[in-house]
C-alpha cells in the first residue's frame, strides 16, 4: 500500500507526451488488466481520444509508459494508488470505461463475483460523481445486470446521475453473436448484425434471431441461442482458472466507446448500439434496466428502441430473462 501510494505521487503527475489538446480524455479504470491493457491499446488507437488516462491499483506506470511510445496524438497518463490517483485520473474526463474487478473461475456464475466486485465499483461511482459527474460511463465489469445499478445509485447520492450517461457494455454478446452465426451459416462477420436484447448472464442475453434477415432450424436456434447466452463460459473454460475474456471484451469495449465517441464528440449522426442502461421498455415489470438498441447522440442515449418484432420463440426466451433480470437489478439498487 505505502509503495503504492508512493508510486501514485509520481505517476499521477507523470504524462508521457503532451502533444494533443484535452478534448476527449477517456479514462479506464482497471486499466492494467487483462481487459484494461488490450482495450488500452485499442482506444490509443481511437483519433477521437486526445488524452487516455489510466488509473489501476497496480501497475499503471508501466502500462502508460509503454503505450505512450505508440505514435498516435494522444497523451497517456498513468495513475494509481488510494490518494489523489483517482482524482487526476478522472478530473474532466469526458468519456470512462470500467473494466476494474475480479473475472469469473470456472464452475463460477457472474453473480459469484458480487461480493467482491460490487464494493470496488461503488467505490469508482463514488469517485467519478465527484471528479467527472457530466463523464459518459461505460460499465465492463461483473455481474453487469447489478453493477450498472449500483454505479446508477450512488451517481443518484451524489445528485448527478443521468441515464442518458451511464451504460452497460453488452457489445462482447452482439460480437459473439454475429460470429457465431456467420461460421455455421458461412458468412463474412460484418455481413450478420445479430441483436441482442436484456442483460449480460445466462438467460438474460437473449438474441433476436429472427431479425436478422436469416433462416435457421430448431436446432440451429436452441444451439446458437445457447452459445450465445453461455459463450463467456467457453472461454472461462478454455483459460481454466486464469480468467474469462479480456481480447474479445477489449475488442467489444472499444468498439462500444469509440461509437460513444464518435456521437458525442465527433458529430455522427444515427449511431445505434445494443447497450444496457435505465430502460422504459419493461419498466412496467419492474425491471427498470435494459438492453436494447439504442441510438447515440450528442448527449449519450438518446433514444431507446423497444424489441421491435420477435417470434414466439424469443417472447419465451424474454419470459425468462426477466426475473432473473429483474432479481440482478434489485440486488444492485439495494446495495
Ligand atoms: N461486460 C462484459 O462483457 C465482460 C466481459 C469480460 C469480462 N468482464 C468483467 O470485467 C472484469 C475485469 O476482467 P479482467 O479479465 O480484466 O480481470 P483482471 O483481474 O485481469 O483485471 C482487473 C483489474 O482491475 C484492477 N482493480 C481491482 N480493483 C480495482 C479498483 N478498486 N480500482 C481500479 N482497478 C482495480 C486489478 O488490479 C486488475 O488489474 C471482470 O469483472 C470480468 O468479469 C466483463
Ligand atoms: O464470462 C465472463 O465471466 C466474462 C464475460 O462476461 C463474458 O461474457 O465473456
Known amino acids: 500500500m505505502f509503495a503504492a501510494t508512493r508510486v501514485s505521487a509520481f505517476a499521477a503527475k507523470r504524462a508521457f507526451s503532451t502533444s494533443a489538446a484535452n478534448l476527449s480524455k477517456v479514462a479506464v479504470l482497471g486499466a492494467a488488466g487483462g481487459i484494461g491493457q488490450p482495450l488500452s491499446l485499442l482506444l490509443k488507437e481511437n483519433p477521437h481520444v486526445t488524452h487516455l488516462s489510466l488509473y489501476d491499483i497496480v501497475n499503471t506506470p508501466g502500462v502508460a509508459a509503454d503505450l505512450s511510445h505508440i505514435n498516435t496524438n494522444s497523451k497517456v497518463t498513468g495513475h494509481t494508488g488510494a490518494n489523489n490517483g483517482l482524482e487526476e485520473a478522472l478530473k474532466d474526463a469526458h468519456v470512462v470505461v470500467i473494466p476494474a474487478g475480479v473475472p469469473r473461475k470456472p464452475g463460477m456464475t457472474r453473480d459469484d463475483l458480487f461480493n467482491t466486485n460490487a464494493s470496488i465499483v461503488k467505490g469508482l461511482a463514488e469517485a467519478a460523481a465527484k471528479h467527472c459527474p457530466k463523464a459518459h460511463i461505460l460499465i465492463i465489469s461483473n455481474p453487469v445486470n447489478s453493477t450498472v445499478p449500483i454505479f446508477a445509485e450512488a451517481l443518484k447520492k451524489a445528485g448527478v446521475f443521468d441515464p442518458k450517461r451511464l451504460y452497460g457494455v453488452t457489445t462482447l454478446d452482439v460480437v459473439r453473436a454475429s460470429r457465431f452465426v456467420a461460421e455455421i451459416k458461412n458468412k463474412d462477420p460484418k455481413d450478420v448484425k445479430v441483436t441482442v436484447v436484456g442483460g449480460h448472464s445466462g438467460v438474460t442475453i437473449v438474441p433476436l434471431l429472427s431479425q436478422t434477415g436469416l433462416d435457421f432450424t430448431k436446432e440451429e ?92 420463440y424469443e417472447q419465451k426466451l424474454i419470459d425468462a430473462a426477466l426475473p432473473e433480470l429483474k432479481k440482478n437489478i434489485t440486488k444492485g439498487e439495494e446495495f
Open 221 to 312: 436456434l436452441d444451439a446458437l441461442t445457447h452459445r450465445i447466452q453461455f459463450g463467456g463460459d467457453e472461454v472461462v473454460k478454455a483459460k481454466d482458472g486464469t480468467g474469462s475474456a479480456t481480447l474479445s471484451m477489449a475488442f467489444a469495449g472499444a468498439r462500444f466507446a469509440n461509437s460513444v465517441l464518435e456521437a458525442t464528440v465527433g458529430g455522427k449522426k444515427g449511431v445505434v448500439e445494443p447497450t444496457f442502461v435505465q430502460s422504459p421498455v419493461f419498466a412496467d415489470k419492474g425491471v427498470n434496466y435494459f438492453s436494447t438498441l439504442v441510438e447515440l447522440g450528442p448527449n449519450g442515449a438518446e433514444k431507446i428502441h423497444g424489441l421491435g418484432e420477435i417470434s414466439e
